[in-house]
């Protein structure tokens, strides 16, 4: 029978549907839908921006500099929201990987001479983690990245579809 | 072709003394990790001169010619079980003797910089993925390109790091073609002699640096025969090319770059720029608007139509520069929820404005209350554009508010250009201009259908 979403079991779709599907039925049992004030529905659009983009990451793993980039940031606020003091300290541990990875790659600031600074500084920005890559990585990253948000996007769409009728 | 006869040139005056030497190294070559003691402890002694090296040599090697080098590419690919590390270092092996014995031809004492260099080439090359090369020519013409790019490296020698980034940045160019040269097996082994087709091929496919090494190896063969007062510093290089150490490397990171960018084209859509910098710019906005899209789609899922949120302003972080009203829900909600919405006509849609209007000035609350209770939400303008491309719905007005001076300017927002870039830009721009229109309260209002 062929299953027309997950053609490899290991895939990253799949990798990251089956992650992604676990993480909104947990969201669905903590609150009840009925809230409807704005903040309790925006705070229920975060959680589950937030579980969508964590489950992207996860799926990743550490294999790329976006992906733990991102899992640091959530990591970190996460632990801000549960203790303003953990916070902190993963606040400054995540800096210090990032310092540390932006040692290995020495040449981030320096002109790249091929005169692309502008779209690099705001490629930078838009990728996770991507202020301490030089240009060659960042755009390694980046179409890694964009294939990863385009499987989410596919993923959420088709969750999307189905669940509205 | 003239590339070509100098190669041979320098080939036949470079190899003609030391032609045996890979002969004499390919054959012991099940000691493949020794070779390195192998080249250093018993020919490579710097102090001596090279006649005395040159004696060296001739005496330690069995006198064979040049067309032998054919057949020890046999047996050491054959008697190598482990396919690629042994024939690697066949390869190197190959050049690193020459190296050798080169350096040592030109400058007393400056072969221990340059064997560091030797070995980090070595990994970087275990590393490359390697150019497509005809490769028992590349592997044969390697040699005196290596020889030269050891010249080289060795003419600098007073830049020691120089000459080391260059013999690499040389070597990630030509030694790849010997490390495919040792990999690949019988095909290419009749080719192994066909210089010059295996000089135009090569001279081809690397281009400038073949040209810079050309130079230099006609430097060098005219050099190598006698003892070279001096290394020649300045080799003149190709129209356009130089032999600049930093310029290669300059050169080798443009190219990895231009790799990825091209990789990247294939990714985004509408991919058909040519300019670098446009291409830039085009998978800026398509990664905006990918996550612009996974924003809306999580928001889409909170239990369907007429529960999405309104965002109010005072969460800027997902508002942005300006709000926006979308009637009936957001385009890709509109698609989930065909049958809950009624689809508001111009009219209503207008009365429902100028309402959200008023209640805006009062209370935001109410305002968002109201929207509710008509199915409507209140989003960012950029992310209902970016619906409305992503769904290609063009059906429902558009209703743009600005609030960032708290005057709602109510604007048209047109028809979703066909690419998200476009329509994200446009409907930027419209903002900004609108939001330069402070003073216009609920009058400014035109509403058109797309």
Known sequence: MNNPHHLNPTSLKSRFTTRFLRALTKIRAQKPISSSSPTEIFRRYRRIKVAADKSMAYSVRSRRIWSKAMLWKLRSRSYRRQDPCSGRRSGKTNQAIMKKSSNENTTTRREDGVGFVEEADELRQLVPGGETMNLCNLLDETAHYIKCLTTQVQVMKKIADFYSF | ?450
């Open chain 2, 1 to 450: 072709m003239q590339p070509c006869s100098r190669e041979m040139q320098a080939m036949n005056s470079l190899l003609s003394p030391t032609q045996q030497i890979p002969l004499q190294d390919l054959q012991p070559n099940g000691n493949s990790g020794t070779h390195q003691a192998q080249i250093h402890n018993p020919q490579f002694d710097p102090t001596s001169s090279h006649d005395d090296f040159l004696d060296q040599m001739l005496s330690t090697l069995p006198s064979c010619s040049w067309s032998d080098l054919k057949s020890p590419w046999d047996p050491p690919k054959s008697d190598e079980t482990p396919p690629s590390n042994p024939d690697n270092n066949v390869g190197f092996h190959y050049d690193e003797i020459l190296a050798s014995k080169l350096r040592q031809h030109q400058i007393n004492g400056g072969g221990g910089g340059t064997t560091a260099a030797m070995k980090m080439m070595m990994q970087q090359q275990m590393m490359l993925p390697g150019r497509p090369i005809a490769a028992a020519g590349g592997g044969g013409l390697t040699m005196p390109l290596h020889n030269d790019i050891v010249d080289g490296s060795s003419f600098k020698s007073p830049n020691q790091q120089g000459g080391e980034g260059s013999v690499q940045a040389l070597y990630n160019g030509f030694g790849a073609g010997s490390l495919h040269g040792t990999n690949n097996q019988s095909p290419n082994q009749p080719q192994h002699f066909h210089h010059p087709q295996g000089g135009n091929m090569q001279t081809q496919s690397f281009g400038a640096t073949a040209g810079t090494v050309m130079n230099q190896s006609q430097a060098s063969g005219s050099t190598t025969g006698g003892a070279p007062a001096q290394p020649k510093q300045r080799v003149r290089a190709r129209r356009g090319q130089a032999t600049d150490p930093h310029s290669i490397a300059e050169r080798l990171r443009r190219e990895r770059i231009a790799e990825r960018m091209k990789a990247l084209q294939e990714l985004v859509p509408n991919a058909n720029k040519t300019d670098k910098a446009s291409m830039l710019d085009e998978i800026i906005d398509y990664v905006k608007f990918l996550q612009l899209q996974v924003k809306v789609l999580s928001m889409s899922r909170l239990g369907g139509a007429a529960a999405v949120a309104p965002l109010v302003a005072d969460m800027p972080s997902e508002v942005g520069d300006c709000v926006q009203t979308t009637a009936g829900g957001g385009g890709s909600l509109q698609r989930n929820s065909n049958g809950n919405q009624p689809s508001a006509n111009n009219d209503s849609l207008t009365v429902t404005e100028h309402q959200v209007a008023k209640l805006m000035e009062e209370d935001m609350g109410s305002a968002m209350q109201y929207l509710q209770g008509k199915g409507l939400c209140l989003m960012p303008i950029s992310l209902a554009t970016a619906i409305s491309t992503a769904t290609c719905h063009s059906r429902n007005p558009m209703i743009n508010k600005g609030s960032s001076s708290n005057h709602p300017l109510l604007q048209s927002n047109g028809d979703g250009p066909s690419s998200p870039s476009m329509s994200v830009l446009t409907v930027q721009s419209a903002t900004m201009g609108n939001g330069g229109l402070d003073g216009s309260a609920k009058d400014a209002a035109s509403v058109s259908k797309p």
